[in-house]
């Protein structure tokens, strides 16, 4: 991204779980996000014009800061969530054909179970744990989301996108038929197509 779109990268050595389950994680985010503000002119930042982003469990926290920076009037130019992990219930659902490769249903739950420091329920009451646990998506930065046809994510990434547009939010959903999760990694022409298309997002959403 640096190199690619000419942007000041910052990337956070979040503390991870199990050891330190949330809000460890997104308080470490938070903190990072409240520094690069407070010391944008010394990295010749615009303040105004700083995104959020992340892949998998990197793009749920994405998610959750977006919502937390707004709710603190801590400004967030764009989101961009790169088949994003958003929701625990999905743990709590049958996926059907879809999470069986790379992310499976027992990793995602184990996972969610490790990061909330609890086993996965129906009900979680804590603001920002899970971000597709939020009602209101009202006023969040505009959001690009990609995922695959085959990923386990892709039902609780659709639906985030659905309801971020229903809230005006400026969104662009992405779908790849056929990859899986973290698949973009391969040099396939249609996986290069996918991650150019988050880098022209990243790039809209911080231009002039």
Same mark, same amino acid.
């Given at each position: 991204?640096?190199?690619?779109? %000419?942007?000041?990268? @910052? ?10 389950p ?21 990295? %010749?930042?615009d ?13 749920g ?6 919502q937390?920076?707004?709710?603190? %009037?801590?400004?967030?130019? =764009?989101?961009v ?14 996926? %059907?054909?879809?999470?069986?490769f ?22 979680? =009451? ?5 971000? @597709? ?10 959001a ?11 039902d609780?990434?659709?639906?985030y996108?659905r ?18 999760h ?14 150019? =298309?988050?880098?022209? @997002?990243?790039?809209?959403g911080?231009?002039d």
């Open positions: 991204m640096a190199r690619e779109l %000419g942007l000041v990268v @910052a990337t956070v050595d979040y503390r991870l779980a199990p050891e330190h949330f809000p460890a994680a997104l308080d470490d985010c938070m903190t990072a996000l409240r520094w690069l503000h407070d010391n944008a002119a010394r990295f %010749g930042v303040p105004a014009r700083i995104a959020v982003g992340g892949e998998s469990a990197g793009g926290l994405a998610a959750m800061v977006a937390r920076a707004h709710d603190e %009037g801590l400004p967030v130019a =764009s989101q969530l790169v088949y994003p992990m958003l929701d625990d219930r999905t743990a709590l659902r049958d996926p %059907g054909h879809r999470g069986e790379v992310w499976t249903p027992s990793y995602n739950r184990q996972a969610w179970e490790w990061f909330l420091g609890h086993p996965v329920r129906q009900e979680e =009451s804590r603001p920002y744990a899970a971000a @597709a646990r939020r009602g209101d998506l009202t006023g969040l930065p505009p690009w989301i990609g995922v695959g046809e085959l990923d386990l994510f892709h609780e990434d659709v639906d996108a309801r971020l547009e229903e809230a005006g939010v400026q969104v662009e959903p992405v779908v790849v038929p056929g990859m899986a973290v698949m973009d990694m391969l040099p396939a022409p249609s996986m290069r197509a996918f991650r150019d =298309s988050w880098l022209r @997002a990243l790039r809209a911080l231009a």
